[in-house]
């Protein structure tokens, strides 16, 4: 094979070039995303990584103006693999940063393994209450909310609307209670009974019935994933919906709705986000979203974009250096960027100080999607920031 | 608490003990006549509701797509008797668990692959919506009382096939004694896969009604399996009727434990502490119920030998 020799010339300076190159190209953010992908809530965790990957585009493939590398990592929704998946990112791939994660027992198991090295942690979606509290950390982040905050909004709803002689349903777990305890700070109206089921129960028809039999004025649920759409499909066949107001937090969303179509219509959600929500750079996501993958993102995605965005902003802002934790963590305070919720600011325990709204599930032509009603709360903090003793 | 409320709440557990024995009915027969622990039995279900769903929206009827899901459930559990499972009989059941183990992870990847991990959108025909005024006040949807109605059919036939005919007879052999039966000059390989599809199918059956008021979504069978295990454990291995009695035991407590054991509780202690025992206690109520009838009757209720 005769190979002109100019060819030959230019491909050598181009090796040699190459081998000159790696001190700059070694420059590069690396982001471990931990997050549910198999099993049954796996669908979840789909989500969440689409948005992240519609972050990466939006910011032409770079972080903060590097490269980067994105790691993810399946939780399997157990707080051991979750710590055995981060240490893995931490020693192996040596991430910059981790974030990521929907489970709140998850999340407290994995945020001293990440922090303990050093590097920082962004939570975008789990909101347990110690890490708002008294277990705050200066290089743990979250781009979501305190669990707390969603059901004080649905509170302050039905207060302000006068409901009275309310049946409370939700899960028997850590998180059930938490939602009927922040639901209650706000509501101080009658509650006719409260009732804690097994966390994955698939029936509530013996439930349905007891609440039928108590005749209550509304019903206020906390039923995340499976379990919700199972109970939504349940109370439309008791033949409830429409007759008694069912308000619910975390349980219909656009997740579930696919799943249940008209058995989700009328019911009343409080959130912090929304498709609807009128802010361009929500629009950009959205549209783009609907674009990519031909569905409607969901709460877990858009706040994983946010975290992505987050990062961006910080490595941005320290001009990649990426060994500085600290100064890393001074400039994610800032929250310099351009939030699919609107203003953004973050609280003296790294939790957003952000707006709720109400939503209901509306007929938009064929569809039913989420729409927003009023806004509940207006720069919004949670309950635990007094506990957190972190130097600001 | 009114008698109509305790009967209404009494159907409950009927309804649910009719689809615990329909999953219970196939597991016991799997394992009384084979010796053969099958996990993956819950997987069949889900099978059953993603065959019936997806045969549903493809010929746009709901009784064909009801068919079509039970045949091809039928179908899917002979193959993987004649594939994976023939070759377990003679190992312990320790391989057998670890195998079948395997068929989970399987069947779960597979319809997430198929499917997606989302859970799909079921709907029922109009003519299965609605409600029944039973007596004044008392409104039960129309649905359940269908599926009470299916199950306890279902129960009669089996009992019919088991004690009337020539299958069962085979069947009811096969369980008292493999070996002589073999011996005898019957196919028992082919007894085997027979009794593995029709197993499969009953599964399929209460999948196919479970899709419409629970999730069809990857996994969905693992969570109804534990509750169909301590089923047939009460019941008594191998047996039928164990599988029925046991079956409706379990549905009925498990519902009335729900519903009445907090107030209940509160007449004898006090009301806060009832409210944090009660439901802790109502989900633990089918197993205390386990450990007392093994205690008892080790070989449960009905025992399908000696």
Known sequence: MHIPARLLAASLAAASLAFALPAAAQQKVKIGFITTMSGPQGVIGGYMKDSVELALDHLGRKVGGLEVEMIYGDDQTKPDVGVQVAEEMLKKHQVD????????????????????????????????????????????????????????????????????????????????????????????????????????????????????????KAVFAFYPGGMGIQFLRQFDQAGLRGQLPLYTVYTVDEISIPAVKEAALGNWETRFWSPDLKNAANQKYVGDYKKKY??????????????????????????????????????????????????????????????????????????????????????????????????? | MSWALVFEQSLNGLQYGVMLFLMAAGLTLVFGIMNLVNLAHGSLYM????????????????????????????????????????????????????????LILFFNELVAILWGRASLYTTLPSWLQGHIELFSGTRYPLYRL???????????????????????????????????????GVNIRLLYTVV??????????????????????????????????????????????????????VGVVDTLGRAFLKPLLGYLISPPAAESAGPALASMLIYLLMAVVLALRPAGLFPARG
């Open chain 1, 294 to 392: 031909g569905k409607l993102p969901v709460f877990y995605g858009a706040q994983s974009y946010d975290g992505i965005l987050l990062i961006d902003s910080a490595v941005r802002a320290t001009r990649g250096n990426l060994k500085d934790a600290k100064a890393l963590a001074m400039a994610m305070r800032k929250a310099d960027f351009k939030s699919i919720r609107g203003p953004f600011e973050y609280n003296v325990n790294h939790h957003p100080i952000q707006n709720f709204y109400l939503l209901r599930a509306e007929k938009t032509g064929d569809d039913i999607e989420m729409r927003i009603k009023k806004t509940v709360f207006e720069k919004h903090k949670d309950s635990y920031f007094p506990e957190c003793k972190m130097p600001w």
């Open chain 2, 196 to 249: 593995f599809g029709f197993g499969a199918a009953l599964a399929g059956l209460a999948g196919l009604m479970a899709g419409p008021i629970y999730s069809v979504q990857p996994g969905m069978g693992e969570l109804i399996l534990i509750q169909v295990f301590v089923v047939i454990v009460i019941g008594g291995i191998g047996s039928i009727r164990g599988a029925l009695v046991g079956a409706l035991i």
């Open chain 2, 47 to 102: 099978v059953g509701a993603y065959l019936a769903v997806a045969a549903t929206q493809w010929t746009g009827s709901y009784l064909a797509g009801v068919t079509l899901g039970l045949l091809g459930t039928l179908l899917v559990g002979m193959l993987v008797e004649v594939v994976a499972l023939r070759t377990l009989y003679e190992r312990d059941h320790l391989d057998q668990v670890l195998a079948t183990f395997g």
């Open chain 1, 97 to 216: 940063f981790v974030a990521g994660i929907i489970w709140s027992n998850v999340m407290m198991a994995v945020v001293p393994v990440v922090t303990g090295a050093g590097k920082i942690m962004v939570g975008t979606n789990a909101g347990a209450s110690p890490l708002a509290g008294k277990s705050c950390h200066p290089l743990y982040f979250s781009t979501s909310w305190n669990n707390d905050q969603t059901p004080e909004a649905m509170g302050k709803v039905m207060q302000e609307q006068g409901v009275n002689d309310v049946y409370v349903l939700a899960p028997n777990y850590q998180a059930g209670k938490d939602m009927v305890a922040g639901f209650k700070r706000y509501y101080k109206g009658r509650i006719v009974e409260e009732i804690y089921t097994k966390l994955g129960q698939q029936d509530y028809q013996a439930e349905i019935t007891q609440l039928r039999s108590k005749s209550p």
């Open chain 2, 146 to 184: 269908a599926v009470i109605g299916v199950g306890l059919a279902v129960a009669a036939l089996l009992w019919y096939l088991v004690t009337r005919t020539r299958l069962g007879m085979l069947i009811r052999a096969g369980a008292s004694n493999r070996t002589m039966v073999g011996a005898l």
